[in-house]
């Protein structure tokens, strides 16, 4: 496996620009989870997928907020009309389908900055 | 509602001693899955070990051990003959399945710093 990888690692944007980050599972990985964590902070749920279907978004994802997953492989999540209060770390993570096999691994997330 | 609770912020410990984390949770399930995860300073989050709740058994994982409490909801973990490398983040987390979704809830995590 060569783990969850994230495009990009760090972005800066000005705030009213749209941003797109790009995330690739662990192979055959079938579920696929986004969380945002902000400075001095764990980690928040924002939403999760099971193969292509989207099964949960959490209500930290407002309208400006879209994610995908199409053919349930890599996944994108798009934040329109950014604000400054949207600079954060995104996380992504992945985990495979089974019995025991609850344990999510994480990439290396992107960091937005929004000036 | 299911909540994690890390109750110290900083910790420190000298190189080659122990030292414990706390974290306690809340949940209304009677079966689920807990974690400590650690994040080095700007490198990615990895697992340090899982506990499933319906084994009494305190998992183990080299020199790292749980003290699973479940009746008073502790998940405490140990890290026992410190490195320099432990110094990270560690993060508490639980496992919320619900509605055939599921996600990670976690504490705000606990700063370790090993002194040499």
């Known amino acids: 496996d060569t783990g969850v990888s994230q495009n990009p690692r760090h972005k800066i944007t000005k705030r009213g620009q749209n941003v797109t980050f790009r995330c690739d599972p662990i192979s055959e990985h079938n579920r696929l989870y986004w969380y945002r964590q902000t400075l001095g902070q764990g980690p928040e749920f924002l939403t999760y997928?099971?193969?292509?279907?989207?099964l949960e978004k959490s209500r930290l994802l407002s309208d400006r907020f879209s994610a995908e997953r199409p053919k349930g492989s890599f996944s994108t999540l798009e934040i329109q009309r950014t604000e400054q209060g949207d600079s954060a770390m995104y996380l992504c993570?992945?985990?495979?389908w089974g019995a025991g096999t609850d344990t999510q691994y994480f990439g290396p997330g992107t960091r937005l900055t929004v000036l | 509602a299911q909540t994690v609770t890390q109750s110290q912020p900083e910790m420190s410990v000298q190189e080659a001693e122990t030292v414990t984390l706390s974290c306690t949770y809340d949940?209304?399930?009677?079966?689920?899955?807990l974690f400590w995860y650690k994040q080095p300073p700007s490198r990615q989050m990895i697992l340090v070990i899982r506990q499933e709740a319906y084994k009494q058994q305190n998992a183990t994982e080299n020199r790292f051990s749980v003290n699973f409490q479940k009746a008073a909801k502790s998940f405490s973990l140990k890290i026992s003959d410190s490195q320099l490398g432990d110094t990270a983040m560690y993060f508490c987390a639980f496992l919320l399945t619900q509605g055939g979704s599921e996600k990670l809830v976690f504490g705000k995590g606990t700063k370790l710093t090993v002194n040499p």
């Open positions: 949940t209304s399930e009677s079966n689920y899955y």
């Open positions: 997928f099971q193969n292509e279907a989207q």
């Open positions: 993570a992945s985990s495979p």
